[in-house]
């Protein structure tokens, strides 16, 4: 973000400015520089530094679509004209179906409808229901059937609320959750309760919890922001112990580290995130649901294991994942530093013959310096262009800086719920 600007003559006055913004909310921030500096009179430069900004919209990973051949729902004629309604799954667990029909002609049902089993894995041929010729019927007779499978037993499933599960990335590594619970962009209905991390794609992906795995997609090279890639999202999901499931989607092409039946400890790598399915930025998607008993899936409410004790998921917050064995670090959060911090901030400069100012960027919050190199005392004149943000000591910072001296200047903070934040500065010296 920072280009050289050119010092002026002994006596001129100098001025620098810059311009940069970033819009926040669900969306997936890009630095990118997007101009090169351009010399006034070559006492002036001014450079615009853009934030190049990608829309974070996420829809509900298709996990169905991939999995419905393991689960068939089918009728069998038999020599009287009735018909069995029989169901058949490759499952390597059990599942619980829903079965309706929706039209029926001159036939009646066995059972009151809809009708929910539960059916074993490997099962072929389970019994569900009979239909039947209505009594005294004439005519021709048919019906019609739908159905559809939720993975697990919802008569057992119960989320443990007490479990804390791990952030689902590397021990040690930070990243910022983008979109929340109910987020604006995606996060309702079955995906109310799902959470996305901002991630550049081909991050190492960490089991959130101990299970097994009992599905996995790595086949999809596609994505993009419209609903044509709904059924295109990798994903591996895990069965925990409360009848549960953790969800991990959009992960890259051949991104998957595990195999259906294979055990997986909390903590442990099981792949890596991409931007595959519906996605028009790399993130990692991830939930915890339930099998509910129309068939469906259902998110719920769950907490993070944080440095100290349960996390809840924040729309906007930066997160550092701390796994059970991983070597003790230093969490360091933009939002945690204070002025106090820097207020012996005076530092020797080479190599710079200007008056200039260093932006440090940690998560959203911004540190300025203020550089003098010179060979001579300089009283700056800051002023600050700000949106969204705040800067701790107001928008104006006059200082005398030494020769050949780095200060500090002031830390500018995202006010919460920003949906864009911008600033600029121009810099004048005497």
């Known amino acids: 973000m920072r280009t050289p600007a050119r010092g002026c003559k002994t006596g001129q006055r100098g001025r620098r400015g810059l311009y940069g913004g970033i819009i926040l909310k669900g969306m997936v921030y890009h630095t990118q520089r997007v101009s090169s500096p351009t010399s006034i009179d070559g006492r002036t430069i001014r450079v615009l530094a853009l934030f190049t900004v990608v829309a974070l919209t996420v829809a509900l990973p298709a996990i169905v679509n991939a999995a419905e051949r393991l689960v068939t729902?089918?009728?069998?004629?038999q020599d009287d004209g009735s018909v069995i309604i029989l169901a058949d799954s490759s499952h390597i667990i059990p599942v619980f179906v829903r079965v309706d029909v929706p039209q029926l002609i001159n036939m009646t049902v066995s059972e009151a409808l809809p009708v929910g089993a539960r059916v074993e894995p490997g099962t072929v041929g389970q019994e569900l229901f009979r239909i039947s010729r209505a009594a005294g019927a004439a005519g021709r007779v048919g019906y019609a059937l739908s159905y559809s499978f939720a993975r697990g037993d919802p008569l057992t499933a119960r989320h443990d609320d007490d479990h804390?599960?791990?952030?689902?990335?590397?021990?040690?590594?930070?990243?910022?959750?983008?979109?929340?619970?109910?987020?604006?962009?995606?996060?309702?209905?079955?995906?109310?309760?799902?959470?996305?991390?901002?991630?550049?794609?081909g991050t190492p992906?960490?089991?959130?919890?101990?299970?097994?795995?009992?599905?996995?997609?790595?086949?999809?090279?596609?994505?993009?922001p419209s609903t044509a890639y709904n059924a295109d999202a990798n994903y591996i999901l895990i069965a925990h112990a409360d009848g549960?499931?953790?969800?991990?989607?959009?992960?890259r092409f051949g991104g998957v580290l595990v195999e259906p039946g294979e055990w997986v400890e909390a903590g442990q790598q099981i792949g890596y995130s991409g931007n595959t399915g519906r996605s028009t930025g790399p993130h990692l998607h991830f939930d915890v649901r339930l099998p509910i008993a129309d068939g469906s899936m259902q998110s719920v409410p769950f907490v993070f294991q944080g440095a100290r004790g349960a996390a809840e998921p924040v729309e906007g917050d930066f997160y550092y994942a701390h796994h059970p064995g991983g070597e003790p670090f230093v969490e360091v959060f933009g939002a945690d530093l204070r002025l106090s911090d820097f207020a012996e901030h005076k530092v020797t400069i080479t190599g710079v013959n200007r008056v200039d100012v260093r932006v440090e960027q940690i998560d959203l919050t911004f540190v300025l310096f203020i550089q003098n190199g010179l060979d001579r005392d300089v009283d700056v004149d800051l002023s600050?262009?700000?949106?969204?943000?705040?800067?701790?000591?107001?928008?104006?910072?006059?200082?005398?800086?030494?020769?050949?001296t780095e200060i500090f200047a002031t830390i500018l903070r995202t006010r919460r719920g920003a949906s864009r934040i911008q600033y600029g500065f121009t810099v004048r010296y005497r």
């Open 205 to 224: 992906v960490h089991a959130a919890r101990a299970g097994m795995v009992v599905e996995v997609k790595a086949d999809s090279r596609r994505g993009g």
């Open 73 to 77: 729902v089918y009728g069998e004629n």
């Open 384 to 404: 600050l262009q700000l949106v969204g943000l705040d800067s701790d000591v107001g928008n104006r910072i006059q200082q005398t800086v030494p020769a050949r």
């Open 164 to 201: 804390r599960y791990l952030l689902p990335f590397a021990h040690g590594t930070k990243h910022r959750l983008s979109q929340g619970f109910n987020g604006s962009f995606s996060h309702y209905g079955e995906n109310a309760y799902a959470v996305d991390f901002e991630m550049p794609e």
């Open 244 to 251: 549960s499931f953790g969800n991990y989607a959009h992960l």
